[in-house]
């Protein structure tokens, strides 16, 4: 039999792999309860689903038998209004999450690095360990804000960018626009991951003009609950923006995702006052949580909140929910030991967490 490990890359063969969120009739399974009963709070997900629109566009739609274009004309004249930035300036992805990849294999080689602010999402490391390079973890203070000094003693030659997320996400902080500068200002690229943008208003895509190494990405994935449908994109500058058109997989958004997209568009106002709803019980889930001995909050700009749980219970605490059917998000790592992240949900989900949170805590004590 030929050794077929001989040939495939060393960093791919051992790749850590991204640990993504499992389908609710696999909890439910695991958990040995019925489907309705999961309460899944574990991915950011919008429990309010897409727009009414978008099912009636994708079920009139009949040219599915059709390439979607290369070029994304519709897509990026719509993305345009919507950004607030030229078509040029604007690539689509497969999700956001497509954007960093391409941005990853645009600027690193094997042995190149990027700095990531710690604790934050898994999926640039995740993409520059892909692309062989490596994610330096630079820890964010007591606060959980980024530490400009900590990231420039960090950069090394082989340093080409940094990538943040605003707000944080596992944390909900913003990262603000003179602390951007400062990065900008180091000449590195610097990407801003505003997937969390509609649930908060605050942007850093008006310095997109002043700095040719900013990029800042959006995602339909949250806000207007297309997390299933892969529709995100990257806001940048032209020439940058025209290699990444020139490099990406040439189909790379599916039709679907393209009427999706067009549909939520056209229902702005349904879904940002769906948006307004979160953001509302996001003050009420911080109220009821705080309100529980034991349980530190932190205060979010997203559709999420980190809390803190006793010291050495957070495993604990977070597998008692799991056996009471509700189903956060966990982190198995040193830095995020004790916290265990809710997603914002409907009020009856925030009650269930609050019921089930006070019972884990009760047993895991
Ligand atoms: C959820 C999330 C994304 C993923 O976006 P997709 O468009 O679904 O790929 C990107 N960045 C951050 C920080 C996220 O939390």
């Not at 391409?102 to 520059?128: K, N």
């Not at 702005?268 to 979160?278: F, H």
């Not at 509700?326 to 609050?354: H, M, W």
């Amino acid at each position: 039999m030929p050794n077929i490990e001989n040939l495939l890359l060393p960093h791919i063969y051992r790749l850590k792999t991204y640990q993504g969120v499992s389908p609710s009739e696999t909890l439910a399974e695991e958990a040995g309860i019925p489907l309705e009963r999961v309460i899944r709070l574990n991915g950011n997900e919008n429990p309010y689903g897409p727009s009414p629109q978008v099912a009636e566009a994708l079920g009139a739609f009949r040219d599915y038998n059709h390439y979607p274009d290369p070029a994304q004309r519709k897509l990026r004249a719509a993305l345009s209004d919507y950004l607030g930035v030229p078509a040029a300036n604007i690539v689509a992805g497969n999700g956001s999450d497509e954007i960093i990849d391409l941005l990853m294999r645009m600027f690193l080689a094997p042995g190149d690095e990027i700095i990531i602010p710690v604790p934050t999402f898994g999926m640039y490391s995740f993409s520059a360990d892909v692309a062989g390079a490596t994610a330096v973890s630079v820890p964010r203070d007591a606060n959980f804000d980024i530490d400009i000094e900590a990231i420039r003693l960090a950069i090394t030659p082989r340093t080409k960018a940094i990538f943040f997320p605003t707000p944080n996400n596992p944390t909900g902080n913003l990262v603000t626009a003179a602390q951007t500068r400062a990065l900008l200002d180091t000449g590195l690229l610097v990407v801003a991951d505003e997937a969390y943008y509609d649930f908060c208003g605050a942007t850093l895509m008006p310095l997109l003009p002043e700095y040719r190494n900013l990029v800042v990405l959006r995602t339909f994935s949250k806000w207007a609950g297309l997390a299933g449908l892969r529709i995100g994109a990257g806001a940048m500058d032209t020439e940058l923006a025209a290699t990444m058109m020139g490099m990406k997989p040439p189909y790379n958004v599916n039709l679907a995702a393209e009427i999706a997209l067009l549909a939520s568009l056209a229902d702005t106002s349904n879904l940002l006052a769906r948006v307004q709803s979160i953001v509302a019980e996001r003050a009420r889930l911080y109220e009821l949580l705080s309100d529980i001995p034991g349980i530190e909050p932190w205060p979010s700009q997203a559709n999420f909140i980190l809390c803190k749980m006793p010291d050495g219970l957070g495993r604990a605490v977070y597998e008692g929910l799991c056996r009471r059917g509700v189903f956060l998000r966990y982190f198995d790592n040193d830095l995020l030991r004790d916290y265990i992240r809710v997603s914002v949900g409907k009020p009856e989900e925030t009650d269930a967490v609050i019921a089930g949170f006070r019972a884990a805590l009760a047993e895991a004590a």
